[in-house]
């Protein structure tokens, strides 16, 4: 009876099996590598498909995040604080905060009394040491849908609301 192991002619006795070798060729490998990274180019070329949907809820929630903040700042310190916002230049800047950028492919409204409006593109809401405010409402739009900031002039209250059309 003849082994399936052999020995293998040499100097050194060693021995070798018929058995055929387990594992992946090189060119498998990269042949794999290369289909990942199409696939992978493919996912990243199509981005987020509810990228616009976030971005404007987050763009929400940014702006009342500052607004909110703005009226801490004013009750904390004691005084009148001005909540900024640039609609042309799509930024605002909560009080004595760094100015924050906001997309600019989102419409930009702003509802406030006649004295906060400086002029069609640049306007604030004050917040007072009390906590009450001059009230108002922003408006962000991306085309299909609207998200409204509102600012209760009592109360100083920020709610976010999504607007029906």
């Known amino acids: 009876m003849t082994s399936p192991c052999e020995e293998a002619p040499g100097a050194v006795a060693t021995k070798w099996c018929g058995a055929p070798a387990s594992g992946f060729t090189l060119i498998e490998v990269f042949v794999v590598l290369a289909i990942l990274g199409f696939a992978l180019a493919l996912v ?3 981005g987020s498909p509810v990228g616009r949907g976030l971005d404007l809820r987050g763009s929400a929630a940014a702006l009342a995040s500052g607004l ?5 700042e004013a009750i904390l310190n004691n005084r009148a604080v001005i909540f900024d916002l640039d609609l042309a230049g799509h930024r605002f800047r909560p009080g004595s905060g ?27 809401i004050r917040f007072n040491p009390d906590g009450s405010s ?4 922003i408006s962000l739009a991306d085309g299909g849908r609207t998200i409204m900031v509102g600012v209760d002039w009592l109360t100083g209250r920020v709610s976010v609301a999504d607007a029906r059309r």
């Not at 989102?106 to 593109?121: C, K, P, V």
């Open 44 to 46: 990243v070329g199509y």
């Open 68 to 72: 909110r903040m703005t009226r801490s």
């Open 98 to 124: 760094p100015l924050h950028q906001l997309p600019p492919r989102l419409a930009i409204e702003l509802m406030t009394i006649s004295g906060e409006q400086r002029d069609g593109h640049t306007g604030d």
């Open 134 to 137: 001059s009230g108002g409402r």
